[in-house]
């Protein structure tokens, strides 16, 4: 992800796509800007849903899944 946003989100990376990738970018930021996956995660129940993250990943923090879930959770009917 940190390349997808560096290639989109910087001049050099825009012009690496535009080459490489012969792919245009937009150079303004998105208006509106995309919600957060944590935003969103609770539009999604009651399908199963898997979350993959890495050590680093500062957005999902393991206390933020179970809470997450749970909240999910309580909108499932039983």
């Known amino acids: 992800m ?12 825009r012009a ?5 990738l012969r792919t245009r970018i937009w150079p303004l930021p998105w208006d509106p800007q995309p919600a957060s996956p ?5 539009d999604v129940a ?6 993959v993250h890495g050590d680093a990943e500062k957005a999902a923090t ?3 899944i179970v809470r997450l879930a749970r909240q ?3 909108l ?3």
């Open 16 to 20: 690496v796509a535009r080459v490489v």
């Open 76 to 78: 499932v009917p039983a």
């Open 46 to 51: 009651p399908l199963p849903l898997l979350l």
């Open 38 to 42: 944590v935003e969103c995660i609770v």
């Open 72 to 74: 999910i959770r309580s």
């Open 2 to 13: 940190r390349r997808v946003l560096f290639v989109i989100q910087n001049r050099a990376g």
């Open 62 to 64: 393991p206390d933020l």
